[in-house]
């Protein structure tokens, strides 16, 4: 499985700047904002990875700094670049990771460890012991998920979680999370300021409540960006609502289009508009002006022209990805650092393909979003997702 | 090095090592470093568009972190780094032969870190934005104001007016007994009435560059309300001048802003009403807000949880007021977030749905330039604008 990344690269968790940038004159912005799709090196030092062949499964996970690939198979090893440097965590037997802009959390068989990245000491910050699973029934179940609850981002790490919730997935934003459960239901909770709940309306939420719009549409992957969630229904469809500020939910965007007809591409459109759309329908503009949205409260179908199924979606802050089941990549939403992968800085509100892994003949399986930034893993159609 | 430029660094420190970067843990260290980069990339020989990217990323990162949680929950630490950010974009922007258009978007980038970032650096981000300001001064023609009084029909059910009473009589006669007054020439020494009297066209010789928001929409109940940023000359031009007659386009309001803060110039020109000294808290305490937009900008009926001076300081208003014991007539709405804002529509209300607010007894009147309407604390209140308008709130207790 190779991997691919574009997008924000300021710290070189993308791929390393260039050290002859400086004394040639290059332009320090295409370090930061590496808008074509970059191959993603494994670890130079390859007697500490020890890997130099090409791996079946692996895994990234970025925060705005950072970026963490894990390597499973065999005696994994955990790889992180970015600020504060590359180094290769000291990891076998781990075999999931969670990133935070504070904390490098792994998962082992036994136990769970939270790092404190802004401390280089030689314990983690915080850690607990897990059973192994007795229901070996189910698929083992993946971070921020542990046995009756989660890992959050910051103190208290765990959090328990009801069980009639069945929790089978759970992703983290800022404010907000979102569940899938075993029947496919969703719930979701947390500040709901910008329509993130799905709910309907703006207000928050102290526990996970069930987005009844979805009910009787047993979802399979759910995610979440800054402002936004995503999910994808077992027939296939991709769901989405939120803040669509920079266009992020793929609906026409008036603070978008403002910001391009106004500006020079350094300024960033500061207007917010606060029209909001509980109904699922599009707000009445002017008669002879588009419609556009700017909080989506309710979810809504997206669909990625021409029709096709979404194998898989992920969410950065203010953009997303997804996958098709053809192998083409997709992404729309905030672009200002060439998160986009379109070889510009331009922001969209509408799903576009992803050219370079066409033209390349290049199959992608495989998609996670950092919050200014986009990885990519291309392989063979067979391969599971990591 | 520019002239502009050498006025714009004498007020930054002389080197790196004398500028201040001090930030709690709540600032990862990763957003910390690119501070750093902006703070050497302003005393080295950096090139502009590298001074600029490295600013952009802590506007982005810190307005993100702005975004996050309520407003009042966001941690006055990332208020800061967004105002730092500005700081950076801004000595970016105009350290080399900026053009007009560079100088207007330096002013514009202050103003975005006084509205939405923390003071750092002894204000400094107010001291750039005034020194921005002269640059682009330039002579307005002259605005003619209609100056029309209109005469306020005496009803019975007008506000009744007294003309600059005692301390002891208007505490004892209106503000303990919580009742609504007209206070005639109390604000007629302000120099908005005397050395500068306040038109449109010294509004826009004081703040016509400056960076305000907007509510666009005929009231904050409707759904296509919204709020924008504007400057003070596009708010007037887009929205109180050359204003189509029909109504048709959107009304625009500069609503509950502190406009007093943003541009303290303005803010000689008014005086604290001395009535404000019966209340508990400090001076510091009293929010003093600017409304300022054409004829026909509404109010709907709502309450607010502090006693209010409402001094008209140009045109004129129609308003209304009921008491809070008459609440269960005016049908407030359930949400939490409108809560102190009522269903009706004053001027056209629905007698179906709301059946009992004819019966609701309340006063009203026509404010002029120069009255002083109290407002006591949880008095429900109307406002529509009958003309140009500028009117000037302080909230206290």
């Not at chain 1, 459109?269 to 588009?290: V, W």
């Not at chain 1, 029709?307 to 089941?325: D, K, L, M, N, P």
Request: with cysteine; aromatic share 10%.
């Amino acid at each position: 499985m190779r991997w691919f990344g574009f997008g924000f690269n300021a710290f070189g968790q993308i791929c390393v700047h260039n050290e002859l940038s400086k004394d040639e004159g290059r332009d320090t912005v295409s370090d930061v904002k590496i808008m074509n799709p970059t191959e993603l090196h494994r670890n130079v030092d390859k007697s500490v990875c020890g890997r130099n062949k090409c791996l079946k499964t692996s895994q990234i996970r970025a925060s705005w700094s950072r970026r963490v690939w894990l390597h499973v198979d065999g005696d994994s090893c955990v790889c992180l670049a970015g600020f504060g440097g590359t180094s290769v965590v000291d990891s076998s037997g781990c075999t999931d990771t969670v990133l935070s802009e504070t904390h490098l959390t792994l998962a082992f068989s036994d136990r769970i460890e939270s790092w404190d990245l802004q401390k280089k000491e030689k314990t983690p910050a915080w850690s607990m012991e897990i059973q192994p699973p007795t229901d070996t029934s189910g698929p083992p179940l993946s971070l921020p998920l542990v046995p009756g609850g989660y890992i959050a981002t910051k103190p208290p790490f765990y959090r328990s979680l009801s069980p009639h919730l069945k929790a089978k997935s759970l992703a983290l934003g800022a404010e907000h999370a979102i569940l899938l459960s075993a029947t496919g239901a969703v719930y979701t909770w947390g500040l709901g300021s910008h329509g993130q709940l799905g709910h309907g309306g703006l207000t928050s939420e102290e526990e996970p409540r069930a987005v009844e719009a979805l009910w009787g549409m047993p979802m399979k992957h759910v995610v979440t960006g800054g402002w936004h969630c995503a999910c994808i229904s077992d027939g296939a469809d991709l769901y989405i609502w939120g803040w669509n500020e920079s266009g992020q939910l793929g609906l026409p965007s008036q603070s978008l289009r403002k910001g391009h007809k106004e500006e020079s591409s350094q300024q960033a459109a500061d207007c917010q508009s606060a029209s909001i759309n509980p109904g699922g329908k599009p707000l009445e503009g002017e008669k002879d002006k588009e419609v556009f949205i700017s909080i989506q409260a309710f979810p809504a179908l997206l669909d990625i022209s021409p029709s096709c199924e979404i194998r898989t979606v992920s969410c950065g802050s203010r953009h997303t990805a997804a996958v098709t089941a053809t192998g083409d990549l997709y992404t729309w939403g905030w672009g200002e650092y060439g998160q986009l992968g379109h070889k510009n800085l331009i922001s969209t509100d509408e799903p576009q393909c992803v050219d370079f892994f066409k033209e390349q003949k290049l199959y992608v399986v495989d998609v996670v979003c950092g919050p200014w930034n986009t990885f990519t893993a291309v392989g063979e159609e067979e391969v599971k997702l990591s | 090095m520019t002239a502009l430029w050498s006025k714009l660094s004498a007020v930054l420190p002389p080197n790196e090592e004398e500028f201040p970067l001090q930030f709690s843990d709540k600032v990862e260290s990763s957003v910390v470093s690119v501070l750093q980069q902006s703070r050497r990339q302003l005393y080295s020989d950096a090139t502009s568009t590298d001074r600029t990217l490295t600013a952009q990323i802590i506007l982005d990162l810190s307005w993100e972190k702005l975004n996050t949680g309520t407003w009042r929950d966001v941690d006055k630490e990332w208020r800061c780094v967004y105002s730092y950010g500005c700081l950076f974009k801004v000595a970016a922007l105009c350290r080399e032969h900026p053009s007009a258009d560079e100088i207007l978007q330096g002013i514009r980038t202050c103003d975005m870190g006084l509205l939405m970032g923390a003071a750092i650096m002894d204000n400094v981000l107010q001291v750039l934005v005034q020194i921005l300001q002269e640059e682009v001064r330039k002579s307005t023609k002259e605005e003619k104001i209609n100056k029309k009084r209109k005469i306020n029909k005496l009803t019975k059910y007008a506000v009744p007016r007294i003309k600059c009473p005692s301390l002891e009589s208007f505490k004892s006669d209106y503000l303990l007994p919580l009742r609504p007054v007209i206070l005639e020439a109390t604000a007629d020494h302000w120099p908005a009435f005397n050395e500068h009297p306040w038109s449109v066209e010294y509004l826009r010789s004081v703040a016509g560059c400056r960076t305000v928001p907007v509510e666009v929409g005929s009231r904050y109940t409707d759904e296509e309300w919204s709020q924008t940023l504007l400057t003070v000359n596009e708010f007037i031009d887009q929205y109180v001048l050359n204003r189509v007659s029909d109504g048709a386009k959107a009304v625009g309001y500069l609503a509950q802003h502190q406009l007093f803060d943003q541009i303290p110039e303005l803010k000689e020109d008014i005086r604290i009403p001395d009535y404000c000294c019966l209340g508990d808290g400090d001076e510091d305490d009293i929010t003093v807000n600017a409304w300022f937009g054409p004829g026909g900008t509404v109010s709907p009926l709502h309450q607010d949880p502090q006693q209010n001076f409402l001094v008209q300081v140009v045109g004129s208003k129609y308003i209304r007021l009921y008491s809070p014991e008459d609440t269960d007539k005016l049908y407030p709405h359930q949400s939490s977030l409108l809560h102190n804002t009522s269903q009706v529509e004053v001027e056209n209300p629905d007698t179906e749905r709301f059946p009992e607010f004819a019966r609701a007894p309340y006063l009203e009147c026509v404010l002029q330039p120069g009255d002083v309407l109290f407002i006591p604390v949880q008095h429900w209140h109307y406002i529509r604008s009958l003309e140009l308008s500028f009117s000037v709130s302080f909230w206290w207790s």
